[in-house]
């Protein structure tokens, strides 16, 4: 099965920042498209942002201008950066990979998760 494992949550007052990182298995770094997505209680899952094998990104309305997703392939870890956080941002957000690139929130395997709390 595939492994992916989320850090970097945890709580801020809005307008802060926070990284997530997500480390995963070699061959899905390489192979699948992966992303990022968050569920909160009493919303549906919303994919957040993707990346492809291309380095081409794609953002949900909702985080576009504050979010960016990257990927170092040196250390093989894929981020979320997160400014300007917003207290509706709160939500357990998980890594994402898939090997048909599909819509991030579609995608075959999730991470656990890592929560983030935004305050206002």
């Known amino acids: 099965q595939v492994q992916l494992v989320e850090s970097g949550g945890g709580s801020v007052q809005a307008g802060g920042s926070l990284r997530l990182s997500c480390t995963t298995s070699?061959?899905?770094?390489?192979?699948?498209?992966m992303g990022w997505l968050r569920q909160a209680p009493g919303k549906e899952r919303e994919g957040v942002a993707s990346?492809?094998?291309?380095?081409?990104?794609r953002y949900a309305d909702s985080v576009k201008g504050r979010f960016t997703i990257s990927k170092d392939n040196a250390k093989k870890i894929l981020y979320l950066q997160m400014n300007n956080l917003k207290p509706e941002d709160t939500a357990m957000y998980h890594c994402?990979?898939?090997?048909?690139?599909?819509?991030?929130?579609?995608?075959?395997?999730w991470g656990q998760g890592t929560q983030v709390t935004v305050s206002s």
């Open positions: 990346i492809d094998r291309d380095g081409n990104t």
């Open positions: 070699q061959y899905v770094y390489s192979n699948y498209c």
């Open positions: 994402a990979a898939d090997p048909w690139c599909r819509a991030v929130e579609e995608s075959g395997y």
